[in-house]
């Protein structure tokens, strides 16, 4: 059954990244990026990458200040304690990724390819991910804040304690995605691609509701 909600729901308490008040500053153009190359307590600022190709690298309490990672292949990429600031990350490949207390705070994240990733204590706030990729992925108490995740794909995702506050859905792809106790009823959508397996449990406003009757072809008898 479906629940609906006319206020919004508790704030998410998300684990804020742990990053050191000194960083040291180094250009990704310099030192690159290669297989299993671990990254510590440093900065990345006003840089633009293309097509690079690494796996299994690690970034440990970074951050990346106005980065462009355009078509940048980081498959298995471990991200902790890491904070991305008006960076483009648009079809970069983060497919398996791990990331545990990271930001994406105003990032085009179009395309984005985090299937299979796991994430945990992140949140995405004021980002343009339309098109992003998050097949399969595994995630615990995320955020998409005034997110845009327009036609974005959640194909057969866990998703426990995620909140959708503020964000565009629109033809989001949820097939095969449990939403049960996820909060949707502050996303903006007029279509999703689910079930009503899918739903069964979801938390949605009472406009929402009318709207569903229309996506499932139901017909409400007065």
Known sequence: MLSTSRTTSDSLKITSPKIPRQLEPILLTDCGIEDDACFRQVIFQDEQIS????????????????????????????????????????????????????????????????????????????????????????????????????????????LYKVEFDEAIIDQAQFSGTKLAGIDLSRADFHNLGCTLEDLKGCIISPAQAILFTKIFGLVVKE
């Open 51 to 158: 097509y690079l190709n690494a796996n299994k690298a690690l970034f440990d309490q970074t951050v990346f200040q106005n980065v462009t990672l355009e078509h940048v292949s980081l498959k298995h990429v471990e991200l902790t304690d890491v904070v991305f600031n008006h960076c483009d990350l648009s079809n970069a490949d983060f497919s398996d990724a791990i990331i545990h207390r990271a930001q994406f705070n105003h990032c085009k994240i179009l395309g984005l390819d985090l299937t299979a990733a796991t994430i945990r204590n992140t949140s995405f706030n004021h980002c343009t991910g339309d098109y992003a990729a998050l097949r399969f992925a595994n995630m615990k108490q995320v955020s998409f804040r005034s997110t845009s995740l327009l036609k974005s794909d959640f194909y057969h995702s866990e």
